[in-house]
């Protein structure tokens, strides 16, 4: 009941924070909708550079989700509350960090689908590439989370800058897995070698980010 009580309070924090969540979900849809106008009509290779621009832009606007993730909480006392009463900061980073996943990561993942069907005219593509984008949402906010709580106190471009190498390893095997999905060979390999990241770091990354929290507050 506690976990659902936390989840329930992250939920409605981070609803009446419409800009947190519905902007990064508005920038994406720019992006993507204004992609396709910047190539000539006449041009063939539409679907060949979609796969780059859907994944570069989902690194950003998942960078821009977490902008001050937990600087709202570390200002009014929230951390300071949860050390208090010794209760479990790595819960609650991970149920932070699964809403924001829900609210704003799982959309995009949807829309990147949506979008791969109008680039590439394919449906198996584009349910390919579903579960991969899911996957890779969560991955990209944990490590900016991570990020972000390295730069609590100092502002988001530490943060960002000491992140952003961690990411491309996952754009490396994003990279294959576009070209496992265009020559439909080796898709499930890369698909379970991204999901074995997230299953390590899931976990992990919630105690090492609680970790760094409690150090700014000690």
Not at 52 to 60: A, D, E, G, Y
Not at 102 to 123: E, K, Q
Not at 132 to 150: K, Q, R, V, W
Request: proline share 4%; net charge neutral.
């Amino acid at each position: 009941m506690n976990i659902l009580l936390l989840l329930k309070n992250e939920a409605l924090k981070l609803v009446k924070k419409t800009r947190a969540w519905l902007g990064p979900i508005l920038i994406f849809i720019l992006i993507m909708v204004a992609f396709p106008l910047t190539i000539e009509l006449t041009s063939n290779n539409l679907s060949d550079a979609f796969y780059p621009v859907l994944f570069i832009s989902i690194l950003l606007v998942m960078m821009l989700a977490t902008e001050g993730i937990f600087l709202e909480d570390y200002e009014d006392g929230t951390l300071e509350l949860f050390l208090i009463s010794k209760k479990s900061l790595s819960q609650w980073v991970f149920l932070k960090i699964f809403m924001h996943w829900l609210l704003i990561g799982v959309p995009i993942s949807l829309l990147g689908a949506f979008f791969n069907l109008g680039a590439n005219n394919d449906l198996s593509s584009s349910l390919m590439i579903f579960p991969a984008l899911l996957i890779a949402t969560y991955i990209f906010l944990i490590l900016f989370c991570f990020g972000n709580s390295l730069s609590l106190t100092k502002g988001s471009a530490l943060g960002t800058l000491i992140t952003l190498p961690l990411t491309l390893p996952i754009l490396v095997i994003l990279g294959k897995l576009n070209t496992a999905i265009i020559f439909n060979i080796n898709y499930f390999e890369f698909l379970i070698l991204i999901f074995g990241v997230l299953s390590i770091i899931i976990f992990a990354f919630p105690a090492i980010i609680s970790r760094i929290i409690k150090t700014h507050l000690e």
